[in-house]
């Protein structure tokens, strides 16, 4: 099983709708969770950290659920500027590492 | 401002030379990343440092080195041993262990 595991895209969704990606994590003793948005041939950006009781900014929101192992990120309201690759990032215990999904692909569609 | 600044930007190599990648950061983070990004795939860690004078390879070190002999500064070389460079390459630095990672533009490296 991968360290992190993201849904497979791409997503194509019309303005308006509400998009939800999933990301599953293996390692139980996992402490911090990000959601990086990364466009095309640009460095990632953080977009919100996760945290166990959930965040909300805006039309995003972040889900942490430990018990099984995994972290969801809402958007409502698609809008165009909303395409890009989202990376879902995982920091494990002691001096290693962030550790990357591969990233799901939106496309966000007029 | 603060930030992590990569150069340059673009960088061609011809088949068996040495290039060095400069990345820099005035952030005072203490820890440095250097990561590969491949068309449509994840990105895949080379080398990192939590500490000036130290540093550990990553997931596919092979054919990269690197030095971390300034806080600011981590060079990554590629060297003629990596047999397919052409790659966006990541700089990334953290001020601790488990806080969000903060990154660079990118290099985009071709080899000619």
């Known amino acids: 099983r991968k360290e992190v595991e993201q849904d497979p895209g791409p997503f194509n969704v019309p303005e308006g709708a509400t998009v939800a990606f999933n990301c599953t994590y293996s390692?139980?003793?996992?402490?911090?969770f990000f959601w990086y948005r990364q466009d095309c041939r640009k460095e990632p950006k953080l977009l919100m950290s996760?945290?166990?009781s959930g965040n909300e900014d805006g039309r995003f929101t972040a889900q942490l659920n430990r018990a099984s192992q995994y972290i969801s990120l809402l958007i409502r309201d698609s809008k165009l500027s909303d395409s890009a690759t989202y990376l879902c990032?995982?920091?494990?215990?002691?001096?290693?590492?962030?550790?990357f999904g591969k990233g799901t692909r939106l496309s966000v569609i007029a | 401002d603060g930030g992590i600044t990569q150069s340059p930007k673009y960088l061609f190599r011809k088949e068996g030379q040495n290039v060095t990648l400069s990345c820099e950061q005035n952030?005072?983070?203490?820890?440095m990343y250097w990561y590969r990004q491949d068309p449509g795939q994840g990105l895949r860690l080379i080398y990192y440092?939590?500490?000036?004078?130290?540093?550990q390879k990553g997931d596919i070190a092979e054919g990269y080195s690197v030095s971390r002999e300034k806080k600011e500064s981590f060079p990554l070389t590629v060297t003629s041993a990596q047999k397919n460079p052409t790659a966006f390459y990541l700089c990334?630095?953290?001020?601790?262990?488990?806080?969000?990672?903060?990154f660079g533009q990118g290099t985009r490296l071709t080899v000619v």
């Open positions: 996760v945290y166990s």
């Open positions: 440092s939590q500490i000036v004078n130290d540093f």
């Open positions: 990334a630095s953290t001020p601790t262990a488990h806080t969000e990672a903060f």
């Open positions: 990032v995982v920091n494990n215990r002691g001096n290693t590492p962030l550790v």
């Open positions: 952030l005072n983070h203490d820890a």
């Open positions: 390692n139980s003793a996992s402490q911090s």
